[in-house]
């Protein structure tokens, strides 16, 4: 955001999750901490007929908007920067997000804003394998589906490729042997977010060598009748009571 605020530009960031975890407001604390940006934020409360209408009011140099409003054939030539906070497995939706910047009136709209036509610029942000594999897997899904419709994608395939679930290695891999060796990258996402969250609980579990306390003992009077019966001390009860994620954790 700083990079566009020195090039005198303008930027859109595009954010999917609003209703149970909106990160609107988080992402406009962060910039408002760290840069001085006016920030513009597209409320869910704005009907859809009046988004293009919202679009041309919004003056601010950046606008935090959920791209699942920006597929109804916006044109925001003005915003010539991208930033997908969060990206989607959508490859129509991430398309529609993207190309709302490059429209039939794009040169002419830099011409008048900057007195020539400038780079439109797209950054995916990423923060683990998760995220990486998913942004590889989105981007050659958009990639395939271009050649598959007779056009020449906008994409390099060299950015798409995340080891060997790329999908244009997979496609070349098929023309040599005469075989598709296919993995679902949904079941690979799966067993990594499965691995991730283990791994997070391993890291909140207190270390197996700790000392557990022993219970202090008092002298109680016993029969033989009715023999006295000690309380027995799990030893992983501590263990189980630093289990943030419990059940939920499972279930991821």
């Known amino acids: 955001v700083k990079g566009v605020l020195e090039r005198g530009e303008r930027v859109i960031v595009y954010t999917g999750n609003t209703q149970k975890c909106d990160m609107r407001p988080v992402i406009r604390r962060v910039l408002e901490k760290h840069t001085t940006a006016t920030i513009d934020v597209l409320a869910d409360s704005v009907p859809a007929k009046k988004v293009e209408g919202w679009f041309e009011k919004a003056k601010g140099d950046v606008a935090l908007v959920s791209y699942k409003r920006v597929g109804t054939g916006l044109s925001l030539s003005q915003y010539n920067n991208v930033i997908w906070y969060d990206y989607t497995n959508n490859s129509r939706a991430a398309e529609q997000g993207d190309g709302r910047i490059r429209r039939v ?5 830099h011409r008048e ?3 020539a036509v400038r780079a439109c610029r797209y950054f995916y942000l990423i923060s683990g394998d998760v995220q990486s594999l998913q942004l590889s897997y989105t981007l050659e899904k958009r990639m395939v589906s271009t050649l598959a419709e007779g056009e020449i994608p906008d994409l390099d395939p060299a950015d798409c490729t995340c080891g060997e679930q790329s999908f244009s290695g997979l496609l070349t891999r098929a023309l040599q042997r005469g075989q598709f060796e296919y993995a679902d990258p949904s ?3 799966k067993k990594m977010t499965k691995a991730e969250n283990a791994r997070i609980e391993k890291n909140n579990l207190l270390p197996q060598d700790a ?5 202090k003992t008092e002298p109680v009077q016993t029969s033989t009748m009715h023999p006295a019966k000690t309380k027995r001390v799990d030893p992983v009860a501590p263990t189980e009571q630093m289990n943030l994620f419990g059940d939920w954790g499972k279930a991821a």
């Open 211 to 215: 000392p557990v306390p022993t219970p």
């Open 113 to 115: 804003l900057f007195g």
């Open 187 to 189: 079941e690979l996402l």
């Open 105 to 109: 009136n794009t040169v002419q709209v």
